[in-house]
């Protein structure tokens, strides 16, 4: 007769696991430090996830794959279908972009995907924002969550929100974060949306 409340009690608990905040820590800031350390000492690691991007009234969607090594990454991105938009690779000879246009080289990744794709996405700072720590170089504005994780970021122009983080064999890396630049281009302000469906760290 009590047999409801089973699935009653478990649509419950797997309610509040979803929006259980991060457990609070006595030290935040030196978690961080710990934290940032660690993260900064991952030198190689690969990327599955879900973009989005929408300058102004422009925007789409594409799933990303993102190998990353110390002197070199590739990055594709997927269309519907799994059709082939974009794959940029990088080494220390240049830059390179292939699209169904043909193959480019440029000096710049972040310019070279834009100039070609529309898709602006700020590849040299985002090597190190995907894992949660600022890049290199002056940092606007910086705020911690309660457990000592960065929340948001204001670096190089942009705004960084990390929404959620996931456990992982080589600590909390984030799950989903939004970047925000208030005029990255002329169709006005751009948002890229991030949802990282796996983690491969080495």
């Known amino acids: 007769m009590m047999r409801w409340l089973v699935p009653a009690v478990l649509a419950a608990l797997l309610a509040g696991c979803a929006t ?3 457990t609070a820590v006595l030290h ?13 000492a991952i030198r190689r690691f690969a990327v599955s996830a879900e973009s989005g991007v929408r ?5 789409g969607t594409l799933q990303l794959r993102w190998i990353v ?8 991105g997927y269309g519907p279908f ?18 169904e246009r043909g193959r480019f080289r440029g ?19 985002l090597r190190f924002w995907i894992r ?23 670096q190089a122009g942009w705004s960084i929100r990390y929404r959620s983080y996931r456990h992982t064999a080589r600590g909390r890396l984030p799950r989903f974060l939004t970047l925000t ?22």
């Open 69 to 76: 090594r110390p002197a070199a990454y590739q990055m594709t």
């Open 181 to 202: 630049h208030a005029a990255a281009t002329g169709l006005g302000r751009v948002v890229v949306t991030i949802r990282i469906d796996r983690w491969r760290v080495t």
């Open 132 to 154: 949660g720590i600022p890049a290199p170089g002056p940092v606007a504005r910086r705020r911690l969550d309660r457990a000592g994780l960065l929340a948001f970021l204001r």
């Open 55 to 59: 300058a102004g009234r422009h925007g």
């Open 28 to 40: 935040p800031r030196r978690v961080w430090l710990a934290h940032q350390a660690r993260m900064a």
């Open 20 to 22: 259980m905040r991060p």
């Open 107 to 125: 000096a710049s990744a972040s310019h070279l995907l834009w100039r070609l794709t529309g898709w602006r996405l700020p590849v040299a700072g």
């Open 82 to 99: 799994g059709r082939l938009i974009f794959r940029l690779r990088a080494n220390a000879r240049g830059v390179w972009l292939r699209t």
